[in-house]
């Protein structure tokens, strides 16, 4: 089996399924700091606590990815969501599945994110590591802790391509 992926604009209605979209638009700010900053509450649900895990955050240094990409495995976490916020001003990719066993091919989807919003996966959501346009860096809050918290899918039967547009 042959098939291409275009990714489509990212909404938080569309993407609800897999996650949360990380945004500030159409929230509203608390302002704080004697009015010199803006909070904005509750942008998406870490969940980290299964098996006793820890939430931690770190910096992946992503490299730019070439187009038509080949998708040859996708991965996991079923123990913990992963959320992924740009470092720099730029639009990036995601490639997700729903959770089960496999990924199912026929509800493959891409997204692409647009510059100055992130994303947190749900526990469990099939996705391609993380797609970079650009050299960057992203923070990335996840899980750590006791338990297996990667599983990895192998496409064998399957050719899959992603274009970026």
């Known amino acids: 089996m042959k098939i291409t992926i275009k990714p489509k604009k990212i909404s938080r209605k569309n993407f609800k399924k897999f996650g949360d979209l990380i945004s500030t638009k159409k929230n509203r700010p608390i302002n704080i700091n004697n009015g010199y900053a803006k909070r904005f509450n509750n942008l998406c649900k870490i969940n980290t606590s299964l098996k006793k895990g820890n939430t931690i955050m770190s910096i992946f240094s992503a490299k730019k990815r070439k187009f038509p990409m080949k998708i040859d495995m996708m991965e996991k976490h079923p123990l913990g969501s992963q959320a992924f916020v740009p470092m720099s001003e730029t639009n990036f990719l995601v490639f997700v599945a729903p959770k089960g066993k496999k990924p199912n091919i026929k509800k493959i989807e891409s997204f692409i994110v647009p510059k100055q919003n992130g994303i947190n996966y749900k526990p469990g959501?099939?996705?391609f590591p993380l797609i970079s346009l650009k050299n960057m860096n992203f923070l990335v809050i996840d899980r750590k802790g006791k338990g297996n918290n990667l599983v990895t899918y192998k496409f064998k039967n399957?050719?899959?391509?992603?274009k970026q547009k």
Do not use: K, N, P
């Open 125 to 127: 959501i099939w996705h």
């Open 158 to 162: 399957e050719t899959i391509l992603l």
